[in-house]
């Protein structure tokens, strides 16, 4: 039937706006219950992009958002109700990483923390010092010190494993002394451990900065020790606070150059009013996540995980367990998923061979098949990556059998290159887009890693039975 023009599709701005109103309410409200259905029968296992907000942040948010109304900066008494609550919080982070309240300068995030110190590091340091990175660092560390050093900038190579090569870093240490040495805590790809307290000793024996991106080990490891790195950052969402605050930790003896032109708070070091009540809520999750790491929660959802790789490589044939051989977060298991029978191979999978790359040339022990090929890519969506068919298949099949799951780091959206981690620790094309990456939290039970393994080895079973 012909719908006369004056009732066209919703969009059309010629309804009346009342009619318009009513039928966009319900379409919201559908929306929301689709989405509301969606999350209550999904098990959420990508913790390393984001975490669910935890209630005493969200509490925290609430309280501060009504009670806490004036400006930091301002010199009435609401402000410096306001300026008494930022003080307590940096007083609060600070205990957590043992190092001086005034070290502390609060940030929209990790990514913009990560961009302040190497702007500050570009502004300070000799014009013809080296930076040296790890070849893992996340996208924000190594774009900056692209842009600011430019060729100045020296990888740092990691082991087939996906840790700092340390034998490497030794012998060019003694050679060299760069301006400064930035090697994250934990990768967020691979959930690898890195032995930041070695590389800060010997960074600290040479007299040398030492700088570590802390936004994968706060809040699932205990933060005790961190304070003793030069600099340090950290975002509050990856462990169950807000989004949009982060830090960054530097010596408060040398002031940082800001980022950003226009007000002096912050110490003249960050310009722009302090969001109090986010900031809040982010020690209100720290404070909690250091309890139930005081409390060896940890320990025991790191039984969980290993369990799960255990009956993993067990049930599904081909598949490996990416930095196996290595200390990792209790949270993080990295996979190469075995491809859908049928795919036509790839010529170019399997381990670089030696002497090629920065990573170790040793066949991954831990590997129960090489990799078998490559499908198509197909496009993951606008401004996603093209997926490779093989995991896009993977990803769909766990999201309808009720798994939220990840193929690497959500801050590589966008971008064409294979996981530059997995490339750096000697995996290839052919590999790298095998890859999906389960990531779980502190809400993870024993039974949420059993549901996710069954459900693996079901969609195993329709992958590879072409179903």
């Known amino acids: 039937m012909r719908v006369k023009p004056r009732f066209r599709l919703l969009s059309d701005t010629s309804l009346p706006v ?80 043992d190092c001086h309240p005034a070290d502390i300068i609060w940030t929209s995030g ?43 900038t020296k990888t740092i190579p990691v082991t087939h494993d996906g840790v700092v090569d340390m034998e490497w870093f030794a012998t060019e240490m003694a050679d060299t002394r760069p301006g400064i040495v930035s090697v994250m805590c934990a990768n967020n790809e691979t959930g690898v451990i890195q032995p930041w307290r070695e590389l800060l000793a010997i960074c600290q024996a040479y007299e040398v900065p030492f700088f570590t991106d802390a936004v994968q080990w706060l809040g699932k490891m205990p933060s005790k020790d961190l304070g003793a790195c030069d600099f340090i950052t950290g975002a509050a969402h990856k462990f169950g606070g807000p989004r949009g605050v982060g830090f960054l930790k530097a010596p408060h003896k040398s002031k940082i150059n800001s980022l950003l032109f226009g007000g002096k708070q912050e110490r003249g070091q960050r310009a722009g009013t302090e969001n109090l009540p986010i900031i809040v809520s982010m020690l209100a999750a720290l404070d909690a996540r250091e309890k139930q790491l005081a409390n060896n929660d940890h320990e025991t959802r790191a039984v969980w995980r290993e369990k799960f790789e255990k009956l993993l490589l067990r049930q599904v044939p081909g598949t490996t367990v990416v930095g196996l051989g290595a200390p990792r977060l209790w949270n993080t298991v990295s996979t190469l998923m075995p491809v859908a029978s049928g795919v036509s191979p790839d010529v170019e999978g399997g381990i670089l061979p030696p002497g090629s790359g920065h990573a170790s040339s040793k066949q991954h022990p831990h590997s129960s098949a090489t990799a078998a090929g490559q499908d198509a890519r197909l496009s993951g969506g606008r401004g996603r990556p093209p997926l490779h068919s093989g995991q896009q298949r993977w990803v769909t099949r766990l999201d309808k059998a009720g798994f939220a799951v990840s193929t690497g780091s959500a801050c590589t959206t966008g971008k064409e290159e294979p996981s530059h ?47």
């Open 110 to 152: 990790a990514t913009e923390a990560n961009n302040m110190a190497m702007h500050h590091f570009a502004e300070t340091l000799d014009a013809k010092s080296e930076v040296w990175i790890s070849a893992i660092e996340h996208p924000c560390v190594h774009d900056s010190s692209r842009h600011y050093f430019g060729k100045r």
């Open 421 to 467: 981690v997995l490339s750096a620790m000697g995996y290839k094309a052919g590999q790298v887009t095998q890859v999906l990456r389960f990531s779980s939290g502190w809400e993870t039970t024993a039974a949420d890693w059993e549901a996710l393994e069954k459900g693996i080895v079901k969609v195993y079973g329709e992958v590879h039975g072409g179903k």
């Open 18 to 97: 009342t009619t318009r109103r009513s039928q966009t309410s319900r379409s919201k409200i559908s929306r929301q219950h689709e989405l509301h259905s969606y999350h209550a029968c999904v098990l959420y296992f990508d913790y390393n992009a984001t975490a669910p907000v935890m209630r005493e942040a969200r509490e925290a948010w609430l309280e501060a958002t009504e009670k806490i109304h004036g400006n930091p900066s301002s010199p009435h008494a609401f402000g410096l109700a306001a300026n008494k609550a930022l003080t307590d919080a940096r007083e609060r982070l600070a205990h957590h990483l």
